[in-house]
């Protein structure tokens, strides 16, 4: 397994150095849409108007956003990309197995993940003035959120590798990640997925509230449920695919 980390972590590092402008593309196209959002609010309040601690939460949860991003559609796409090109069934053949190279696959991409989010990070806060409380021990709320999005990205692939083409749908469902990042991790938005690390994360950040071991309990118990209810969905997709011959070809 670890040679197969290794090999796809390689894979992101050339990746990202041959095509640098895609990373360019990505934090100067996130950041003008975070700025201009910011900057007609601004206009909509007024000259006087002051944002107080609620623009750093909305800009911590416009980076948690960008971060889960990628763990919800890289699998989805990815899936989209290899039935296009002809190599689906060449991956399921792995020694390895469809969920474990998957798995691998996508956290091998935090590299390039976690740097598109801190330039981004860094962009944002230059230009809206918002002041960030960073702290290593936020890392574990980042991580309760990625893997509730593995969870909801290996949900969502198994209509990828059932119906090949999920484009519109995956376009729609991105939005509703605002919402599931934004919502307080208290009551019953405990039980929405990703909710809990999300709102642990933006009282650190925004508000350099010390680490709450309770809520990052609660955190992780949210993610492991739906990353085990997406991977139980994707197995179960693997097999329909397998038995429908929907592997072979476009």
Do not use: C
């Amino acid at each position: 397994m670890l040679d197969l980390f290794l090999a796809e972590f390689g894979r992101n590092l050339l990746a990202l150095r041959r095509y640098p402008l895609e990373l360019l593309g990505a934090v100067v196209t996130l950041s003008v849409i975070f700025y201009l959002l910011f900057l007609g609010a601004r206009f909509l309040a007024g000259p006087g108007a002051e944002f107080g601690g609620r623009l750093e939460a909305v800009l911590v949860g416009y980076l948690l956003w960008t971060f889960a991003l990628f763990a919800y559609t890289s699998l989805s796409f990815g899936l989209m990309e290899e039935a296009q090109t002809g190599t689906l069934e060449q991956v399921f053949l792995s020694p390895y197995g469809p969920i474990p190279l998957f798995l691998v696959r996508n956290l091998s991409g935090l590299l390039t993940q976690g740097l598109l989010v801190f330039l981004i990070a860094m962009v944002l806060t230059t230009l809206t003035g918002a002041r960030l409380s960073f702290h290593p021990g936020v890392a574990l709320p980042f991580l309760a959120v990625l893997l509730g999005g593995y969870g909801l990205g290996f949900a969502m692939g198994s209509l990828a590798l059932l119906y090949k083409r999920i484009g519109q749908l995956l376009g729609l469902s991105q939005f509703l990640l605002l919402f599931l990042l934004q919502a307080p991790g208290t009551g019953p938005f405990l039980l929405l997925p990703m909710a809990p690390g999300a709102s642990l994360a933006r009282g650190m950040l925004a508000q350099g509230a010390p680490l709450d071991l309770w809520g990052l309990l609660v955190a992780f118990l949210n993610a492991f449920l739906y990353l085990g209810l997406g991977l139980f969905l994707f197995g179960r997709a693997v097999h329909r695919a397998k038995k429908q011959g929907l592997l072979h070809g476009y």
